[in-house]
């Protein structure tokens, strides 16, 4: 039997420290090249951001006071907390985060994965909530040629929409007046409790509906949530023309999309090709699409999806279009790659012909 010498030993330590420089040497060889539709997530991202400073500069004009401790980008898109329209508890920090331009170049990736062409038609639910992902779905829309059917909730959680002068529908037209984008919710219901309003003021629901008036969109108005979710997918046939829906996106937590809070906890951020929740008490518009299997792109733990897509948690400035993991992929070198590879394979056929010759002279020395 051969037993291993010194010098066989003393080769496979080699080896072993020759793989450990060559596995350092291919780990730091790591480079970043474009991501997958590069252009169009920069377009996209670039939009939000010239989206954002006409708002920023429209209410300069207004001479807005603006909270920098709440807003310290001051982008006059975080509301303050309690108003008169204001609905549910909201996560300033997700508010603060949802502004980043970049997040476009993700609804961009996230709409690419549901290979969305040119002219499909997206239904979408809005809520004052969020304004920030409502721009980031309309640019990244904007620039794939995507027709949009919106339908939004007026009424907002803390730090959303809040200002009664300036709602989700405000701002939206704003956006559609200064030619930033082609889109307009088609319908609007007040949001909050049952889609009714329920837990503001009789003076925050005029407002509301004064909102909806001065912006001359169709109230949703219905006596309950459920007849609220019939009208809402109504609306959503009729504008489809006949044509099919090829994706469902939703923003925020407005009921009438979710059917009820705990509903939209059950869903997991981010897009689902199919969704397969059974025995749900209220079905929101969601839901109803999801059963006749439209895609649904839900968006709601905004600052999971920022984590998923490694976007900053409540940057400070606003980063620049175009930076970040959205953009870039990390890759190996394939090149040093396969060079290391290489000389691992010739340095263990080295090793093991060496070792075989020696153990040919050993067996001769014991046959002699």
């Known amino acids: 039997m051969f037993i291993p010498s010194a010098k066989s030993n003393l080769s496979l330590i080699l080896l072993v420290i020759i793989g450990i420089v060559l596995f ?3 780990d ?12 169009k997530k920069y377009e996209a991202a670039q939009l939000m951001q010239q989206a954002e400073e006409i708002i920023k500069q429209y209410r300069s004009s207004q001479n807005v006071v603006i909270d920098e401790v709440n807003d310290p980008n001051r982008t006059t898109l975080i509301g303050e907390k309690n108003t008169l329209i204001t609905t549910d508890r909201g996560n300033l920090t997700a508010k603060l985060t949802s502004l980043n331009p970049n997040f476009a170049g993700a609804m ?21 909530s969020f304004p920030g992902i409502n721009i980031a779905v309309m640019s990244a829309a904007k620039v ?5 059917i919106m339908i939004s909730s007026v009424g907002a959680s803390m730090f959303g929409a809040t200002d009664t002068t300036f709602t989700w529908l405000d701002i939206e037209a704003l956006l559609n007046n200064e030619g930033i984008f082609p889109y307009k919710s088609v319908a609007a219901s007040l949001g909050g409790g049952r889609d009714l309003g329920r837990s503001l003021t009789r003076s925050g629901r005029s407002m509301i509906i004064k909102a909806i008036e001065r912006n001359k969109v169709e109230l949703v108005h219905e006596n309950s949530l ?7 997918m109504e609306i959503f046939e009729k504008e489809a023309e006949g044509k099919n829906i090829k994706l469902y996106v939703n923003i925020g937590g407005g009921l009438s999309s979710l059917g009820s809070t705990i509903n939209g906890r059950l869903v997991s951020p981010g897009l689902h090709r199919h969704m397969y929740l059974k025995n749900l008490p209220i079905k929101g518009t969601m839901f109803l699409f999801a059963e006749r299997g439209v895609p649904i792109l839900h968006l709601l ?22 930076t970040g993991r959205v953009f870039e992929d990390e890759r190996y070198n394939m090149t040093v790659a396969a060079i290391a590879l290489a000389i691992m394979v010739i340095l263990i056929a080295v090793v093991i012909f060496f070792d075989h010759k020696q153990l040919k002279i050993k067996e001769e020395e014991i046959n002699l």
Do not use: Q
Request: one cysteine or more.
């Open 301 to 322: 733990d905004i600052l999971r999806i920022a984590e998923i897509y490694e976007l900053p948690i409540a940057p400070e400035p606003l980063p620049e279009p175009g």
């Open 28 to 39: 730091n060889s790591r480079i970043f090249v474009k991501e997958s539709y590069f252009k």
């Open 108 to 128: 961009v990736d996230m709409f690419k994965k549901v290979r969305l062409k040119k002219g499909d038609k997206i239904a979408v639910s809005c809520t004052g």
């Open 144 to 148: 794939l040629g995507l027709d949009l």
């Open 226 to 232: 459920e007849k609220n979710i019939k009208k809402k």
């Open 24 to 26: 350092i040497w291919v």
